[in-house]
């Protein structure tokens, strides 16, 4: 394995290796080769990371994990299973080497580097008839360790104040400090779009998340609307990043958006929503990217 370290124009020095699929690497669900990042520690280290070696891969997508490497790998090999994504169905099995159905059921599923194509087949027909308007809603916006509703200003200084979609994006480098391994793991996916690297690690496991084909439907619409790419995920939180200079209306326009995918608690507050839409525009305007939770509770 190739090993290193990265001096970022930031100033952030950090050691990463090169894990090609196969060889001793956890993160097996991704089904593709990947980098192990270690004490990345910042947001725009981890983002500068992503640009210099995009570079190296071309007819790929970089995704990293964020916030605890080990806990998405767990959610992520749930949500799999959950929703039958390693399926290889019968369809397929002139495609599939090493695959029959003797009996009615496959004698293997998705394991290796080549049986990625059925992986992001079956995540994109679960995903076919979902329209963003249909997920609209789902999510409180958060929920404090004791289960009661917090306004949001009560809750931007409580501990789980990470929750709230206004603290995690004004405090990205604290996704850097979950965990005690402080890794984050970037996958190299073999696909075309950046929405669809999510079948490399789908995510979305928990009673109360989006599915990784709900996923699959809000970061499609984000990338196809306002040009915004996956680059992160993890077990509750996932990234997108602007691919070009978005105007302030723009930016308000993907706001609302985000906004749209959440309801607010009865006694959030009357200023609840301003408060929310002003802090994501103000963060929006400086920076390149939006952090968002699909698990909220």
Partial sequence: MNKGRAMLGIGKKFSFKWVPFGTDTFYTSALCDQYSLNHVGTMGALLEFLDTKAQNHPNHRLLATLEDSSQADYTSWHAIDKHNLNQIDAENLDDASGVNFEGGEPNRYCETKEDFPFRLKNLEKAAQTLRFHQLEKKHFWSLDHGNHPKTAKQHEHDEWGRRE???????????????????????????????????AFPNGYWADSYGPHELFCICRHFDEQYGLKLFGIGA???GLRK????????????????MSLYKSFEDDGENHEDFVFNRLCQHSQH???????????
């Fill in 243 to 258: 691919s070009r200079p978005l105007e302030t209306v723009t930016i308000e326009a993907v706001v609302k958006d985000v």
């Fill in 287 to 297: 920076n390149d990217f939006i952090l968002q939770q699909f698990h909220t509770g």
């Fill in 165 to 199: 979609i206004t603290t995690v994006n004004a405090r990205p480098n604290n996704l850097f400090k979950q965990g005690t391994m402080r890794e984050n793991i970037v996958f190299v996916v073999p696909v075309s779009e950046a929405y669809q690297s999510i079948a």
């Fill in 236 to 238: 509750d939180t996932f």
